[in-house]
């Protein structure tokens, strides 16, 4: 079966410093990997998305995530970081099911922004 | 298109009562997925359909817990009945391709 771990429970970055979230998963086959923000009383919603390909995919709001098979990673970066990406963070795995999406998701890195 | 619709929003019921939450995915998606967020278990899958029949329902916890899915645009996720652990948002979330939707999930307090 499949799981994400991503270590950081919290983070706490200065607006306008770098950010790099981390996420490790665990999957027998090809991973569908994915990133996705959950803001306070919000659902969820789609930064960016891997499936093949280049392994350094773009999102949105700047975002961008490497996938690297050697170390069963998908990290999300940002270069500069705004006080509007304070949110809750969730890296997840995919599993195609002919079409739809069956996520496992990692347990979230609430991420804190200081003005 | 106005998104996965879910409602209501916040629900606060005593413990025993029947809870009922709904779900209406996006036109033309025919993946609904019923997913509950804790603090301790985090974001998990309860079940979910395509084109309306129920695939996969390992992740529903209880008997308490059913799912139904009458017609394309519309879905119940019910509880039977409630307990305290309960507690928790419900997040319904609809895809036709890879890019799962996700609706503004309901917030369930069972007291």
């Known amino acids: 079966a499949q799981s994400v771990t991503q270590p950081d429970i919290h983070i706490t970055v200065s607006e306008g410093a770098s950010l790099e979230l981390r996420c490790n998963y665990s999957?027998?086959?090809?991973?569908?990997l994915f990133w996705y923000v959950q803001s306070p009383g919000q659902g969820l919603q789609l930064l960016l998305k891997?499936?093949?390909?280049?392994?350094l995919v773009q999102g949105i709001k700047g975002f961008e995530a490497e996938f690297k098979r050697s170390q069963s990673s998908f990290n999300l970066r940002k270069p500069s970081v705004h006080w509007s990406d304070a949110a809750e963070y969730f890296c997840?795995?995919?599993?195609?099911?002919?079409?739809?999406?069956?996520?496992?998701f990692g347990t979230g890195t609430q991420l804190k922004v200081e003005l | 298109d106005a998104g996965v619709i879910q409602s209501p929003r916040h629900e606060v019921t005593e413990m025993g009562q029947e809870v009922t939450l709904r779900c209406k995915p996006i036109s033309g998606h025919d993946y609904l997925f019923w997913y509950r967020q804790t603090m301790m278990r985090g974001l998990e899958l309860l079940i979910y359909f395509n084109n309306n029949v129920p695939i996969d329902d390992s992740g529903m916890p209880e008997d308490r817990f059913s799912a139904k899915m009458p017609n394309a645009s519309f879905s119940t996720l019910k509880i039977q009945p409630s307990e305290p652990r309960d507690s928790a948002v419900y997040f319904c979330?609809?895809?036709?391709?890879?890019?799962?939707?996700f609706g503004q999930g309901t917030r369930l307090t069972v007291v």
């Open positions: 891997y499936f093949s390909g280049d392994t």
């Open positions: 999957y027998g086959a090809t991973p569908y």
């Open positions: 979330a609809s895809s036709r391709t890879t890019e799962a939707f």
């Open positions: 997840a795995v995919g599993t195609l099911t002919g079409g739809g999406n069956k996520l496992t």
